[in-house]
């Protein structure tokens, strides 16, 4: 295939989008969060596709987009507690794990053969123009090959699927920049089971009730987690990434934060020299992407605080380290 075209929304460009769709073809196109990869989610061969494209493991659920929360009804068994979280959240950062409804056309390959479907309604202008013009649902995992970090500008979509997805769609560099949260619903309580810019907290006050992640009940019961998209090894880099770094040695790269960098590095790039939480989850895969040379040894990445976004920088960071 030739090299893909990134381009921008227009009203053509959205025919285009709609009719690849339409036809079984795959659409990277832009979130918040990050760049994603499209088909519709009806038709299992294009659902296929992503999976075939990606490298993924068939056993990974996908995600499927909406343009609001009464397209989710259609395909969702919905309750009251989605209803106040979509009140709260929607559009925007937040997936909720929810029952299948029995007739609903998903292909079943997008819940990887379970009973739930995950939904979200993206609140990216150009995401939105798109769904509305789709007027379905579509599957969109991340837009990076399986165990990479995931695209936040069209261009890493390129250097990701280059020859394999004909049309990326060009929304500018996604504002969160970090994966949406996915909150299960479908069992007797709420659970976390992928941290995200929409936290714990948030969704707590939004809910009035205290609700638990999947670490918390791994720990507790001892079991295999829930979510089968949390592979310990995960948005990785090719080098090494060495966690809470105190210092730095002249061989490796530097992903800092706050104000005062560690010196010595090859290279450093900070993340927030302001210490902005929000700031630094946005500019986080970017970064982690520039520093990935295998001339250096190592990517170091100074300590990241463990509270409200920053639970979900260090979750990434975690699998990003994680032994390959
Ligand atoms: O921000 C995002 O969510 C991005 C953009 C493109 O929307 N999408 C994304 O999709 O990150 P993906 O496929 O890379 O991650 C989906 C996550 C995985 O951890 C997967 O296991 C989980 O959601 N998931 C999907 N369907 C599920 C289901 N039915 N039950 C439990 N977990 C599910
Ligand atoms: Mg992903």
Known sequence: MERPKILHIDDSLVDNAVTLWRTGGLVALPTET???????????????????????????????????????????????TADLLADAFWPGPLTMVLKRRPRSRISELVSAGGDTLAVRVPSHPVAQQLLQAFNGAIAAPSANRSGRVSPTTAEHVREELAGDVPLIIDGGACEVGLESTVLDLSGESPIILRAGSVTQEMIEAALGEKIATHQVLAALHNAAHKSPGQLESHYAPSIHVRLNAADVAADEVLLAFGAVPLSGAAKTLNLSASGNLIEAAANLFAYMRLLDDPKFRAIAVMPIPNEGIGIAINDRLQRASAPR
């Open 34 to 80: 990050v760049y994603g990869l499209g088909a519709d989610a009806t038709n299992g061969e294009a659902v296929a596709r992503i999976y075939s494209v990606k490298s993924r493991p068939q056993f990974n659920p996908l995600i499927i987009h909406v343009a609001d929360a009464r397209a989710a009804c259609r395909y969702v068994e919905w309750s009251d």
